[in-house]
């Protein structure tokens, strides 16, 4: 049974509802999971100079980096004057770093932004290129780096996989 037929049958066949509850705790552990935090720990050492914006799916992920590494956040829920002293903040080099999730996949310039972190995302190739724009904006001498960590063995690989497609 496809996902579109489980999430329509799920108000009113419990079969239904545990399988969506399964898929969704499934992806849960997928997208936020702990070997994520670890490798996103080691990118954060290695890029100790480097200013980085992480991109995640999901606000659980953007509260949990935001709260372990003391990153600022950007949300849905952050009110747009927050939003604006944040950015401003990251393009004075006041925070090197700032963790969001799709709120910031369009409308907004970054140049200062040297390194990107996708960890986790949707299959969109479209989302994909504007996360990879918020970091490629051109600036005088700039290179920059984009890493996009996935767990293994899960459905997040072919999500990934779609995603990078749009780079094709």
Known sequence: MDFQKIVIRSGRDPNARKAL??????????????????????????????RLFIFTEHNKLVHIISKEFLIPAITYRTATKERGEILDRFRSGVYR?????????EGIDVPEADVGVILSGTGSGRAFIQR?????????????VL??????????INTAKRRNKALR
């Open 132 to 144: 990879l724009g918020r970091i490629l904006r051109k600036k005088e001498g700039k290179e920059a």
């Open 97 to 105: 770093a700032v963790v969001t999730s799709k709120v910031l996949d």
């Open 21 to 50: 509850l399964a898929r969704n705790k499934a992806r849960d552990i997928a997208l936020n999971s702990v070997s994520k935090i670890e490798k996103f720990r080691e990118i954060l050492k290695k890029h100790k100079e480097s």
């Open 147 to 156: 890493y996009e960590i996935v767990s293994a063995e899960t459905s997040e």
